[in-house]
């Protein structure tokens, strides 16, 4: 049967199988977006629904940009694609020169990937590759964190700590260990900014180190800000420990920022905004508003340089995706990257940050708020969940948020706020009045 796109099609929401989402709720009561600007998406029946999330962490510079539309139709028209094994196009080559330039003094070189889970994928094969050409193949132990969220890969989900991402999969990757998170509500609680308590924690690196050897470890990754979890913010001086003991041990340090980087805290990246600078970085998301799907893995020169060896005509690192450098993304992510430097969306979560982090903790005392979390132009809400219920209490908080026309999102009982960065104070107050109205209206 051939594809008729003027045929009628029944309205049916059957054949999709939605992602992180439960479908049978869903499909009873659906929730569509059919247009998007600025702040605001449109719903299905004509409503704005202000944009608490920026999508989904990535939409920084707000929803239908002229620029970046113009920017992907016109390449749409030049250039559809081009393959990225053995051949280039110009714009993948501009954009890696203008993307290193905001990364952290020495992480020089990126390699594109096409969402945040490849890009993790990609940091743990090149750090597990770099050491095997360097002479230290036994360095095969991958590290990540308890309540980390790398995306939803093998590799990933592994080297990440939350259970229900990972319990139905099997054995995973062998050979990995976890470190403690770092959420300890009962000495932290109700802190803006990053908590006093915790550093030590970081200290666990170093038992592990005695336990396995340092020999066997290829590779740290944390995400500096944990996101995905439910905004945990590093402890003071847990990041910095953590950049100590790694050196030390000759171990490869990987920060996950493919929500922090492009803004969300303030800074290009959450590295420059806390001041430690790890070997590998991986993005994703705002590197491009989210318009066409990409990631990027950047590395420092030294790792890069470590595959520079060998006969010329020889492919140094066996990896890769056809989609690489996807003359559309470049395009997304050159016009991205103009308007976040023309219009200062970099650190403009560093000029709202107070009048953020007030109307955050405007929250405190409201029913069933046992904490409050927050930094540049994020929050996390706890919320008590109910017994025997978890998760229930915000879901319902984001159903009838949604309901008032305002999308947040929330994991297990955490709501999560992330707006794009263009946002002013008075959708600030207004973000936060109508979030106030959904929390009572909750039981
Ligand atoms: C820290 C982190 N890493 C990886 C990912 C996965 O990104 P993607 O959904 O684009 O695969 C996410 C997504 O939220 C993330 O927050």
Known sequence: ???????????????????????????????????????????????????????????????????????????AGQLDYAPAFQMGHPLAFDLANRLVQGMPEGIDHVFFTNSGSEAVETALKIALAYHR??????????????????GVNFGGISVGG??????LFGGLLGGVDHLPHTHLPERNAFTPGQPAHGAHLADELER??????????????????????GVLLPPRGYLERLREITAKHGILLIFDEVITAFGRLGSATAAEHFGVTPD???????????????GATFVTGAIHDAFMTGPDHLIEL???????????????????????????LLTRARDLEAAWADAVFSLKGLPHVIDLRCMGLIAGIELEPRPGEAGKRAFEVFLKAYEMGLLIRVTGDI?????????????????????AEAIRAVP
Not at 40 to 59: E, F, K
């Open 133 to 150: 050409t360097r002479g230290e193949g036994s360095r095969t132990r991958l590290i990540g964190r308890e309540r980390g969220y790398h």
């Open 208 to 229: 592990l180190v005695a336990l396995h050897g340092a020999e066997t470890i290829a590779a740290v990754i944390v995400e500096p800000m944990a996101g995905s979890t």
């Open 280 to 294: 590998i970085l991986t993005t994703a998301k705002a590197i491009n508003n989210a318009a066409v799907p990409m």
């Open 1 to 75: 049967m051939t594809f008729d796109p003027h045929a009628p099609v029944a309205n049916d929401l059957t054949a999709f199988w939605m992602p992180f989402t439960a479908n049978r709720q869903f499909k009873g009561a659906p929730r569509l977006l059919v247009a998007a600007e600025g702040m605001h998406y449109t719903s299905h029946d004509g409503r704005a629904i202000l944009d608490g999330t920026a999508g989904l962490w990535c939409v920084n510079a707000g929803h239908g940009r002229r620029e970046i539309v113009e920017a992907v139709r016109a390449m």
């Open 318 to 344: 066996f990896h890769g995706y056809t989609y690489s450098a996807h003359p559309l993304a470049c395009a997304a992510a050159m016009a991205t990257q103009e308007l976040y430097r023309a219009e200062g």
């Open 415 to 435: 709501i999560a706020l992330s707006p794009p960065l263009i946002i002013e104070p008075g959708q600030i107050d207004q973000l936060f009045g109508t979030l």
């Open 162 to 167: 939350i259970v229900n991402n990972r319990r």
